[in-house]
T-cell receptor, first 115, second 110 residues
Framework: GAGVSQSPSNKVTEKGKDVELRCDPI?????LYWYRQRLGQGLEFLIY????????KSGLPSDRFSAERTGESVSTLTIQRTQQEDSAVYLC?????????????FGDGTRLSIL | DAKTTQPPSMDCAEGRAANLPCNHSTISGNEYVYWYRQIHSQGPQYIIHGLKNNETNEMASLIITEDRKSSTLILPHATLRDTAVYYC???????????FGKGTTLSVSS
């Protein structure tokens, strides 16, 4: 079946602009995660959603970052007033539910470059 | 989540089995062992996971020692496309995020 889909695959924008990144999870997956991966670095957790529960925003680096999810489908990650330090690959993952026995499946990410 | 230790790199000849070790000596009873891999410019790909028993799927086998302090990922017939960074993760879920260490860079050559 279809995997996690992210768009755009690449985004180049000027410092100070707002950007919106989209994630389409695997159908039926109730949990959705956003991560960030800077060049040569490991994954940095940003936020996760589980069903209709309040999201866990503990990983968002600043109030310029926000994310929304419509029910158990599409999610958008918005970065306002982008800075050069925001340049990274933004990865989305989904799993059937929360729990240790629920693998997260990743998309190929959005490569964001701030000029 | 428990810390895991992996060798930084390994080589394997195409067609041979690749055996990737992982130490997780402080793993707790409710933590699963997960393996992911990441090929350049792609997102991490889930491979396999297990708790106590050995597991096998279409991609790989996972062998977990009886004391659960270490595990081995086995790719039975490595191909050039298996060249990637492989990550071993101890994960207890509960809404927490995956933490990727430095992993093992596997190079498969012909």
């Amino acid at each position: 079946g279809a995997g996690v889909s992210q768009s755009p695959s690449n985004k180049v924008t000027e410092k100070g602009k707002d950007v919106e990144l989209r994630c389409d999870p695997i159908s039926g997956h109730t949990a959705l995660y956003w991560y960030r991966q800077r060049l040569g670095q490991g994954l940095e957790f940003l936020i996760y959603f589980q069903g209709n529960s309040a999201p866990d925003k503990s990983g968002l680096p600043s109030d310029r970052f926000s994310a929304e999810r419509t029910g158990e489908s599409v999610s958008t990650l918005t970065i306002q007033r982008t800075q050069q330090e925001d340049s990274a690959v933004y990865l989305c993952a989904s799993s059937r539910a929360l729990g240790p026995n629920q693998p997260q499946h990743f998309g190929d990410g959005t490569r964001l470059s701030i000029l | 989540d428990a810390k895991t230790t992996q060798p930084p790199s390994m080589d394997c000849a195409e067609g041979r089995a690749a055996n990737l070790p992982c130490n997780h000596s402080t793993i707790s009873g409710n933590e699963y062992v997960y393996w992911y891999r990441q090929i350049h410019s792609q997102g991490p790909q889930y491979i396999i996971h297990g708790l106590k028993n050995n597991e096998t799927n279409e991609m790989a086998s996972l062998i977990i020692t009886e004391d659960r302090k270490s595990s081995t990922l086995i790719l039975p017939h490595a191909t050039l496309r298996d060249t990637a960074v492989y990550y071993c993760i101890a994960f207890r879920g509960a809404g927490t995020a995956l933490i990727f260490g430095k992993g093992t860079t596997l190079s498969v050559s012909s």
